[in-house]
């Protein structure tokens, strides 16, 4: 259920344990890169996509080039050191499965990524984006699911609110989450993309800076608490430029069009985006109060009053 602005959070049962050994992986072909990473695990990166299952990476990691794209092999990320637990109530699935999955931290240091390289987002095939900031990494561990239930991507279980959807090739969950803020009725939430085919590592200050709030009020409380909200949620789905996720077609600055010039509407859109399109795929928010609206309206509405002359 990872395609909602607010709503489900999880909460996992958790069995830890550790997979055999750190595997230090070497380079067998003419096009794959050097090893990467500065502990005892590492990965190979390849030049070019030699399977559906590769993983594709890309942003600040040492020896891509800049605006590059990279590959990690399936095989190359089961020799990383794993997390196993089982699961029983992750949105995603019917009843319980048992997870074994790669730290998001582990990954990081097998691919070498600098500390500059804060932000992490997991790019989705239909062009939803998963973000990851170090404070959410740090607080959360969030993992990339490589089996479920002792299977590969293609023994997976169907997602159960997309109709049916493939979840490989690969997945993003946690062994537990539990919220660690709550900004008027919005309360942190679990990322747990599904469909991952990519993921970029970034500098957050860079990639937030395209919607960081503008003009004379983008410091004001209720602004920066809109910010803050706007940047979990909305972010996943809408576009400003070339960051953010474009799964809605609907770009940031139409959202702040509509907050600006209808309040009442952008509110009523998005507690029961239903209501007014049914054929959208936006989760309703109907724990979203006046208080919260209000913080959202206020922060989008920057966009719109930066642009008059």
Not at 103 to 114: Q, W
Not at 133 to 143: F, L, W
Not at 245 to 273: I, M, Q, T
Request: proline content about 7%; overall charge neutral; glycine content about 8%.
């Amino acid at each position: 259920m990872r395609k909602m602005w607010a709503g489900a959070l999880l909460g996992y049962g958790i069995f830890l344990s550790m997979a055999a050994g750190n595997q230090e992986a070497i380079a067998t072909s003419g096009n794959k890169a050097n090893s990467r990473g500065n502990g005892s695990a590492r990965v190979v990166l390849q030049e070019h996509r030699g399977s559906e299952l590769d993983l594709a990476v890309a942003g600040e990691l040492p020896g891509v080039p800049r605006g590059a794209t990279r590959y990690v092999s399936r095989e190359e990320l089961l020799k990383l050191p794993q997390v196993t637990y089982a699961v029983s109530d992750d949105p995603n699935f019917q009843g319980t499965v048992r997870v074994s999955a790669v730290l998001l931290e582990e990954l990081s240091e097998a691919l070498g990524a600098p500390p500059a390289a804060d932000f992490v987002v997991a790019v989705c095939a239909d062009q939803y984006h998963g973000n990851f900031p170090r404070s959410y990494i740090r607080e959360h561990h969030p993992v990339l699911v490589l089996k479920i239930d002792g299977q590969p991507p293609k023994g997976w279980p169907k997602n159960t609110e997309a109709t049916g959807a493939y979840m490989g090739p690969y997945l993003i969950s946690h062994a537990k989450f539990t919220p660690s803020f709550k900004i008027f009725a919005h309360e942190d939430e679990a990322q747990i993309p599904w469909g991952v085919e990519r993921l970029e590592f970034r500098e957050e200050r860079k990639t937030l800076a395209a919607i960081s709030p503008r003009g004379p009020h983008a410091d004001d409380a209720n602004v920066q608490s809109g910010f803050r909200i706007a940047q979990q949620n909305c972010f996943r789905c809408h576009n400003m430029g070339e960051e953010g996720g474009r799964k809605s077609g609907r770009p940031w600055l139409v959202l702040a069009a509509w907050a600006a010039a209808g309040p009442e509407h952008f509110a009523s859109y998005v507690r029961n985006p239903q209501a007014n399109n049914p054929n959208t795929q936006m989760a309703a928010s109907p724990q979203y109060d006046d208080a919260t609206m209000k913080a959202l309206i206020d922060y989008f509405s920057t966009f719109i009053a930066a642009e008059k002359p």
